[in-house]
């Protein structure tokens, strides 16, 4: 029974049905109940699909990839470390960045950002790439 428990706990903290609600809603809000069913539905089956192939295969690609589980572990564990420290001390801003804003307003009108931004917004802010510096 106790493993049962822990499995559940630990599908719930992956999944986190919880913090998806407001992803959803902002997503599908303004569809009509037909098509949000069929988003929730599509959602579900894709994280399904995703959850099923890495319990399957997950263990054969990182021993394919030739990394033991431990420094696979260790690696997780850093990147927590660091979505941790951004989430209690905030993100950092460089002078260039505080001077001119990253985004442009595209032909349409709608913001467009550069293909360094996600790689600058990222815990490591870009110090492991050179091109995102």
Do not use: H, Y
Request: hydrophobic residues 45%; glycine residues 10%; contains cysteine.
């Amino acid at each position: 029974m106790t493993g049962r428990i822990e499995q559940f706990v630990t599908l719930w903290v992956v999944i986190d049905p919880v913090g998806t609600i407001p992803v959803f809603v902002a997503v599908a809000g303004s569809l009509a109940a037909g098509a949000r069913r069929r988003v929730a539905l599509q959602a579900t089956l894709v994280a399904a699909g995703v959850l099923l192939f890495f319990l399957v295969c997950g263990q054969l690609l990182i021993e394919a990839l030739g990394i033991g589980l431990l420094s696979f572990q260790v690696a997780g564990g850093i990147v927590l470390f660091l979505f941790a420290l951004t989430m209690i001390f905030g993100e950092s801003k460089s002078e260039t960045d505080q001077k001119s804003p990253n985004a442009t307003r595209g032909p349409t009108g709608r913001r467009r950002r550069s293909i360094r931004w996600p790689c600058r917004r990222s815990p490591l802010r870009g110090r492991c790439w050179r091109s995102c510096s």
